[in-house]
């Protein structure tokens, strides 16, 4: 078992930049060595990847619409992933999960059922 839980969310001005963390728990027996994602669900839509990061840290992914303004980084002593994004648009609202991926093959970061735990979320809101 994997507990996880997302913090760093809040209300924004569109241009302005929020850090997510996401910190895991639980299962130490394996240690940190499974890859984690980002995702996210604005109202009405489908949860959507945005990002994800292998145990290492050497090989991260990410959606289209948030390259190069999205960073996804971890931090295996402290057993915590963040996400840093910069230049956030009204279309980045949404609640952020993070996820654990520690049952299936590597590879696939961007389908959500290849992930095992979630976490609560946490909501990004930026203003226009």
């Known amino acids: 078992q994997v507990h996880l839980v997302e913090s760093g969310g809040g209300l924004v001005q569109a241009g302005a930049s929020l850090k997510l963390s996401c910190v895991a728990s639980?299962?130490?027996?394996?240690?940190?060595?499974?890859?984690m994602g980002w995702f996210r669900q604005a109202p009405g839509k489908e949860r959507e990847f945005v990002a994800a990061?292998?145990?290492?840290?050497?090989?991260?992914y990410y959606v289209d619409s948030v390259k190069g303004r999205f960073t996804v980084s971890r931090d295996n002593a402290k057993s915590t992933m963040y996400l840093q994004m910069n230049s956030l648009k009204p279309e980045d609202t949404a609640v952020y999960y993070c996820?654990?991926?520690?049952?299936?093959?590597?590879?696939?970061?961007?389908?959500?059922?290849?992930?095992?735990?979630w976490g609560q979320g946490t909501q990004v809101t930026v203003s226009s």
């Open positions: 639980g299962r130490s027996n394996i240690g940190s060595r499974y890859p």
């Open positions: 996820a654990a991926k520690l049952f299936s093959p590597p590879g696939n970061y961007e389908y959500a059922n290849q992930y095992d735990y």
């Open positions: 990061i292998t145990w290492s840290g050497d090989n991260t």
